[in-house]
């Protein structure tokens, strides 16, 4: 009784897991469309608006200055990189979960390989430049990777006792 409570709180983290990646997903998407259509100048003015109240309370806070700093360091080739990242890394995101959400068999691979190769960019990442952010996003993809290996050999046993 004990494997098979085990069995379905794993399958609902795994569940609830894949729905912040698509979530995450959808928001990539609209950050690409934003920085498709804003200019470099209109995302920062939209950035000091954001932070402005956060700034006047505390004029050293790290995050809303390093987003400050971010957004007067873009240019039009910056935003058309970013956009066209966001949306690709969105859609392929948004796809792959919806799609194994479904139980689609295929999926499960194609999830595993996206993510893993994301997860050896932002270690990568993390050695030119650490941040607490990242690493915390490379722990969560790599949970999702392992959830998804246990799901997908889950699914396959299944599938192998309907069809000997």
Same mark, same amino acid.
């Given at each position: ?80 990189? &970013?956009?066209?990242? #966001?949306?690709?890394?969105? =859609?392929?995101? $948004? %796809? +792959?979960? @919806?799609?194994?959400? *479904? ?29 607490? &952010?990242?690493?915390? #996003?490379?722990?969560?993809? =790599?949970?999702? $990777? %392992? +959830?998804? @290996?246990?799901?997908? *050999? ?11």
């Amino acid at each position: 009784m004990q494997e098979s409570r085990r069995q379905w709180l794993l399958d609902r983290i795994f569940w609830v897991a894949l729905i912040v990646k698509g979530l995450d997903g959808v928001l990539e998407l609209i950050g690409g469309v934003l920085f498709l259509v804003l200019t470099p100048a209109q995302i920062s003015l939209i950035v000091q608006v954001l932070t402005q109240h956060e700034l006047s309370e505390d004029p050293d806070d790290l995050i809303a200055n390093a987003l400050v700093r971010f957004a007067a360091s873009l240019d039009v080739s910056a935003t058309l990189f &970013g956009a066209i990242y #966001l949306l690709l890394h969105g =859609a392929v995101k $948004v %796809v +792959l979960v @919806v799609a194994v959400l *479904r139980d689609r068999l295929w999926a499960y691979p194609w999830l595993i390989g996206f993510l893993v190769v994301f997860i050896g960019y932002q270690v990568y990442d993390m050695i030119v430049h650490f941040t607490w &952010g990242m690493l915390a #996003l490379t722990v969560f993809d =790599a949970f999702i $990777v %392992v +959830l998804t @290996v246990r799901e997908y *050999r889950l699914h396959r046993a299944r599938l192998r006792k309907r069809c000997p």
